[in-house]
């Protein structure tokens, strides 16, 4: 099957960092490092399926440097518990076929972004082992690859997508976000408790500067001085996660999955503007998806894409 391509990949420089990230988390995935768009689920050296692939590839954004990168905490399964064929553990895409993706679709529009312009990665890349939900501190110590642990991982996606706008999605994703920079000065990895988090600045809804009382460890800050020539870090911004527990289009107005959705939304496009001096669309005239990259992929044009457009049709209903 012909593998989609980008408009523009970006400088050769990022992308290889990208791959080499690649390589290393799916090491025990042989057939994985012939395939960087996870056309076919993960498989071990002797073909086997593995049970909970993991979702970091190319289908979670381009490889290059990028204004914002988005955390969330873990794949879903739409309820499925790991049997269902949509969510991000049934098609390889972050945030792919369920509510929560529609909601993180929304967004992207609202702040003028798409998967095209963006990378999408969680906290625990694949599954978590009760079979959705949260993944437990112990997941996120567990190996990947040849990677020490999944908040290893999320600190070399840092490195690779060099971002201005780090969007953590949910407390487990803001918490693991500032822990993978930080893992040379944390000799187990900890998570810091949101009361800290919250003290240094870190309150859900405004994009902050990365705060000192949590300034990254002397080789994260080295290697970051390296591949972004001495940019600052990153800004915060920490919002509720879009699951459909919090925010749904099938609910009323006067309800607070609504209300939600609407504080979630001004935030991020208060953000866009005054980190990233980009602007962004009317609020009542948000963009559609484009047709090419990750859109042009199989499982998004026969069902991703159908059930996120049903979903957004039902917000521009209610005025998002």
Not at 2 to 31: I, K, L, S, Y
Not at 192 to 217: K, Q
Not at 283 to 308: F, K, N, S
Request: glycine letters at 10%; charged letters at 25%.
């Amino acid at each position: 099957m012909r593998r989609p391509t980008f408009p523009a990949m970006g400088t050769p420089d990022a992308e290889e960092r990208f791959r080499r990230t690649f390589r290393r988390a799916h090491a025990d995935h042989p057939p994985c490092l012939a395939d960087e768009w996870l056309m076919e689920p993960c498989r071990r050296a002797d073909g086997r399926a593995v049970d909970r692939p993991l979702v970091w590839s190319r289908r979670n954004g381009p490889w290059r440097r990028h204004d914002v990168l988005w955390v969330g905490a873990a794949p879903g399964n739409a309820g499925g518990r790991g049997s269902g064929t949509m969510g991000a553990h049934g098609t390889r895409i972050p945030f792919g076929g369920d509510v929560a993706g529609a909601n993180l679709d929304a967004l992207l529009a609202g702040a003028g972004l798409d998967r095209n312009q963006t990378y999408i990665v969680a906290a625990l890349n694949r599954l978590p082992e009760r079979g959705g939900g949260e993944p437990k501190v112990a997941e996120l110590r567990e190996p990947v690859g040849g990677l020490a642990s999944s908040v290893h991982l999320l600190r070399e996606t840092v490195l690779a997508a060099a971002p201005r706008l780090v969007v953590a999605l949910g407390n487990v994703a803001i918490r693991t976000t500032v822990a993978a920079l930080r893992l040379d000065d944390e000799p187990r990895l900890t998570l810091p408790g949101l009361r800290r988090l919250e003290a240094a600045g870190l309150e859900r809804g405004r994009a902050v500067a990365w705060p000192t009382a949590f300034r990254p460890d002397r080789a994260f800050a080295r290697e970051w001085a390296i591949v972004t020539d001495g940019d600052p870090l990153p800004h915060l911004l920490r919002l509720m996660h879009p699951s459909a527990q919090n925010m749904s289009p099938y609910a009323g107005p006067d309800t607070a999955f609504h209300t939600r959705m609407v504080e979630t939304m001004a935030a991020l496009r208060a953000a866009v503007p005054d980190v990233l001096d980009r602007s962004v669309p009317p609020a009542d005239a948000r963009p559609a998806p484009p047709t090419d990259g990750i859109y042009a992929l199989p499982e998004w044009t026969e069902a991703i894409g159908p059930r996120h457009a049903e979903l957004d049709r039902l917000w521009r209903e209610k005025g998002i």
